[in-house]
C-alpha cells in the first residue's frame, strides 16, 4: 500500500447545488480597489487616446509587447475595442518554467532537483536514511492531541491551510517512485490507541534524481513541477495536460481550443468527461475514489481530489479564468484569450499569496526591489522536507452553513449517510453541515452537493488549529482511510481509534521524509539558515521546566511511556483566560494555549537524549511562536528565504510585469484583487457576506 501524505507539503507530495447558481457578477470588470489594504488607485478604467499616433509599447521584462497598434480617425464614440486593430505578440510564460532566467533557463524547470542549503545527511554519507528513533514512537508522544482542539492564538482561518496547500501544489511535487521501506508499527507500545492490521505503516521513498545517490554524489531528489508561482496547479505543466483541461478537440494543436477551460455545470471535468478515462491526464486517488477512478476531478495538479476544501479552490480559479475571458473582446483569437486570462491568474495567485496569505501567518519579507536575475527561486529540499510541512494547522472538521431551501431532503439523506452531520438551524431557513476530515478526503462529489459558494465562506468562517508540535489524529493515525465495516458514521473524536483497522501517520511521515532526504539535523538546520544551535531542550521549546515532574500520578522512570503525560491540566483562550475543561463549547471554540502533564521538552529528552540528535522537524514544530506570527524562528526563516527567492528570481512576478498595467489600461482587468472578491465574482456569495479578509476570523466571531 502507498500514500502520498501531503497537505501541506510540496513533496509528497469545494460548486454548488447542480453546480450552483451562476455567479451574480461574472460579467463586471473589477472596480477600482477603494478598500483597506488594497495597494494602488487607479487603473481600471481606460485613458484618454491621442488620436493619429501609432503607440509602441514594449514590455522588456516579463515581457508584453502589443504592436501594430492603429488608431482609427476622430470618433471617441466608437468603442475602444472597435477603434484598435490589436496584435498580441507578447512572449508566453513556459508551462514547465523553462527559460524564465534567461541566463539559467533551467533554474525552477520542471523534472530538476531540489536545491539545497545544507549538506545532505545520510546514514551512510551517500543515500542510506538516517537512523533515528521510531518514529511512530516519536509521534504518539509528540505530535498526539489526545483529541483536544488547540485553535491558531492569532485566529487565522482554514484558508491559512488551505491556501497554503494551493501554493504548494503549485511550487512542488516529489518524484515518489522510489524504493519501498514501510515502517515498522509495535501495536504493545502502551501510548498507543489504534488498531493495524497492516503489519506496519507504508511507506515509500522518494527517486533518486539521476546521478544521484553514488559515491561523491550524494543522494539528490526531483521536483517533477515547476518551482514558480505561476497557477500550474489550474492549468499543468505539459501541454498535453493542458489541451485536455481547455475546451475544444484533443488533436494536439493548442492553437485550435477554446480560451476557457473545460467546465461542465461549472465544475471541474471528470476524467470520464470526454469519454475513455484512461485517456485522460492522471489524478492521484485515494480512500473512497480509490474504487472509482474515472470520477476524479482533472485539473494541473493531480492532487486536485486530496480534499474539498483543495477541490474547491482549484474550481474557484478555473472559474476565475473562465470569468476573465468573459470580459476579453471578440476581436482577440482564443489563445490570445486564454493567454491574457492565464497572465492575470498567475498575477492572482501571486498578489493573493504575498499581500494575504503570508501576512496573515505572520510572515514580513523586505520590500521588493524588482527581478533579480542572480537569485534562483529553486525549490529548496529543506523548505519542501521540513520549512512548509504545517500539517498542525489542519481542522479535524470543515463547518459549511447553506440556505435551507436549496437542500432538498434526498440531498441531506445521501449527506448523512456520506457521514456528514446535518442540524437546521431554530427557525428551519438554514442547515448546517459538519464534514469530518475524513469525508472531505478524496470525495469530490461534496463540492457539487454542499455548493461551491457556502463551501469556501465556511473554510473562513472558523479558526485553524495552531501551527505547533500537536496533529489532529485524522491526520496523525488514520489518513487517507475508509472506516471499518460497520462504523459509516464514527469519524471523529475519541471513539475515533475504534472506527479504522489501519494505521497511515502523516506526523511520522514527516519525520521519516527527512530522513529520506538526507536533511540535517535541527540545530544543523538552523546553522543553515543563519540562528545560533539550541544547547538544550527547553531551549528549543521556550519552557521553564525541562524535566517530568516527581510525584503525582506519573510512573517513576518510565515517565516517557506514561499516558498520562500527556494529559492537559491548564487551557487558556486568546485573551489568556483560563478555560474551563469541562465546558464543551468553550474547549471546542476558544481555546489557544494548552499546559500538559509533563513539559514538551522532557518529552524530547526521553525521546532523543540530546539536542544534536533532534529531526530537523520535530525541533522545528516544537519552537516557541516568535511575536507576530504564527511560527517559531527556524520555520519562519525557511519561509522567508524561500518566498523571497520565489518573489525576487521570477522574471514573470507581477511586480515587474509592465504587460499587466496594459491589459489593466485595455481591458479593465486588474489582478490587485482579494480572495474573497474572487469568491464573490465567481460564486453566489455576494461580497457583503465575505470578510475584507479572509484569512482572519472578523473579530467578535
Same mark, same amino acid.
Given at each position: ?48 487616446? /491621442? ?52 541566463? *539559467? ?7 530538476? +532537483? ?5 549538506? +545532505? ?18 509521534? $504518539? ?17 482554514? @484558508?491559512?491551510?488551505? @491556501? %497554503? ?20 508499527? $509495535? ?46 496547479? /489550474?492549468?499543468?505543466?505539459? $501541454?498535453?495536460?493542458?489541451? @485536455? ?114 501576512? +496573515? ?91 461551491? %459558494? ?18 489532529? $489524529? ?34 511520522? =511521515? ?36 525541562? %524535566? ?9 522512570? +518510565? ?65 516557541? *511562536? ?54 464573490? =465574482? ?20
Amino acid at each position: 500500500m502507498r500514500t502520498r501524505g501531503d497537505l501541506l507539503e510540496p513533496i509528497d507530495d469545494f460548486w454548488g447545488r447542480a453546480g450552483d447558481r451562476p455567479p451574480r457578477r461574472s460579467s463586471r470588470p473589477p472596480r477600482r480597489p477603494t478598500r483597506r489594504g488594497r495597494r494602488g488607485g487607479g487603473g481600471g478604467g481606460r485613458r484618454t487616446i /491621442v488620436l493619429g499616433v501609432v503607440v509602441l509599447i514594449v514590455a522588456t521584462i516579463a515581457t508584453v509587447r502589443f504592436s501594430d497598434i492603429v488608431v482609427k480617425p476622430n470618433d471617441d464614440t466608437v468603442p475602444i475595442h472597435d477603434r484598435y486593430h490589436r496584435r498580441w505578440n507578447s512572449e508566453v510564460q513556459s508551462l514547465d518554467g523553462r527559460g524564465n532566467n534567461r541566463r *539559467h533557463p533551467e533554474w525552477g524547470q520542471a523534472g530538476r +532537483a531540489y536545491a539545497r542549503v545544507a549538506p +545532505a545527511n545520510y546514514g551512510d554519507g551517500v543515500a542510506t536514511q538516517a537512523q533515528g528513533p521510531d518514529v511512530r514512537y516519536i509521534s $504518539n508522544r509528540v505530535f498526539n492531541d489526545t483529541h483536544q482542539n488547540i485553535f491558531s492564538e492569532r485566529a487565522v482561518t482554514q @484558508w491559512g491551510f488551505t @491556501w %497554503g496547500q494551493f501554493i504548494d501544489h503549485t511550487i512542488g511535487l516529489r518524484d515518489d517512485k522510489g524504493e519501498q521501506a514501510d515502517l515498522p508499527f $509495535n501495536a504493545d507500545d502502551p501510548l498507543e490507541e489504534f488498531t493495524n492490521t497492516l503489519g506496519g505503516m507504508p511507506f515509500t521513498r522518494s527517486a533518486a534524481a539521476p546521478g544521484t545517490g553514488v559515491a561523491g554524489r550524494p543522494r539528490e531528489q526531483v521536483n517533477v513541477i515547476n518551482s514558480y508561482l505561476d497557477a500550474d496547479n /489550474v492549468y499543468g505543466n505539459s $501541454n498535453e495536460r493542458l489541451e @485536455w483541461l481547455r475546451e475544444g478537440p484533443l488533436d494536439g494543436n493548442l492553437a485550435n481550443n477554446s480560451a476557457k477551460l473545460l467546465l461542465p455545470d461549472g465544475l471541474l471535468a471528470r476524467r470520464d468527461a470526454r469519454g475513455d478515462a484512461s485517456t485522460a491526464p492522471f489524478m492521484a486517488t485515494d480512500g473512497r475514489l480509490i474504487p472509482t477512478p474515472e470520477r476524479a476531478f482533472a485539473a494541473g495538479d493531480v492532487r486536485a481530489n486530496e480534499n474539498i476544501a483543495l477541490t474547491a479552490t482549484q474550481t474557484l480559479f478555473a472559474r476565475e479564468h473562465n470569468r476573465i475571458v468573459g470580459l476579453l473582446p471578440l476581436e482577440l483569437t482564443e489563445e490570445q484569450k486564454f493567454q491574457i486570462a492565464r497572465r492575470v491568474v498567475i498575477a492572482e495567485e501571486q498578489w493573493i499569496t504575498y499581500n494575504e496569505f503570508l501576512p +496573515a501567518m505572520g510572515v514580513r519579507l523586505p520590500r521588493y526591489q524588482g527581478y533579480n536575475p542572480r537569485v534562483n527561486p529553486t525549490l529548496t529540499n529543506e523548505f519542501a522536507t521540513v520549512g512548509y510541512r504545517a500539517h498542525s494547522m489542519i481542522h479535524g472538521e470543515i463547518e459549511v452553513e447553506g440556505d435551507a431551501a436549496e437542500y432538498s431532503p434526498e440531498q441531506r439523506e445521501q449527506l448523512e449517510a456520506m457521514g456528514v452531520e446535518v442540524t437546521p438551524s431554530e427557525d428551519g431557513e438554514d442547515l448546517e453541515f459538519v464534514i469530518p476530515l475524513n469525508v472531505a478526503f478524496f470525495n469530490p462529489d461534496l463540492v457539487g452537493m454542499l455548493g461551491m %459558494g457556502p463551501l469556501l465562506k465556511g473554510i473562513g468562517s472558523e479558526s485553524e488549529y495552531r501551527n505547533d508540535e500537536m496533529i489532529d $489524529n485524522q491526520l496523525r493515525s488514520v489518513l487517507f482511510q475508509v472506516p471499518a465495516p460497520g462504523n459509516p458514521g464514527c469519524l471523529d473524536g475519541e471513539e475515533l481509534p475504534d472506527c479504522f483497522q489501519g494505521v497511515v501517520d502523516l506526523g511520522a =511521515l514527516d519525520v521519516q521524509r527527512g530522513r529520506d532526504h538526507g536533511m540535517p539535523t535541527y540545530n544543523q538546520l538552523r546553522v543553515a539558515y543563519g540562528l545560533a544551535p539550541k544547547r538544550s531542550f527547553t531551549a528549543i521549546t521556550g519552557e521553564r521546566q525541562g %524535566g517530568f515532574p516527581r510525584g503525582g500520578d506519573l510512573t517513576r522512570g +518510565a515517565e516517557i511511556d506514561d499516558p498520562d503525560s500527556l494529559k492537559f491540566v491548564r487551557l487558556f483562550d486568546r485573551d489568556g483566560v483560563v478555560v474551563d475543561p469541562e465546558d464543551e463549547e468553550a474547549v471546542e471554540a476558544e481555546v489557544v494555549t494548552a499546559v500538559r502533564r509533563t513539559p514538551l521538552a522532557a518529552r524530547l529528552q526521553g525521546i532523543y537524549g540530546s539536542v544534536d540528535k533532534v529531526d530537523a522537524f520535530v525541533g522545528m514544530v516544537s519552537e516557541p *511562536h516568535l511575536p507576530g506570527s504564527d511560527m517559531g524562528e527556524l520555520q519562519l526563516a525557511i519561509w522567508r528565504k524561500q518566498f523571497q527567492a520565489l518573489r525576487d528570481g521570477d522574471r514573470f512576478f507581477y511586480g515587474n510585469d509592465p504587460g499587466l498595467r496594459e491589459i489593466r489600461r485595455l481591458y479593465a482587468i486588474d489582478f490587485r484583487v482579494r480572495l474573497a472578491d474572487v469568491i464573490a =465574482l465567481n460564486t453566489d456569495t455576494p461580497r457583503d457576506e465575505l470578510p475584507d479578509n479572509v484569512f482572519v476570523v472578523p473579530t467578535g466571531e
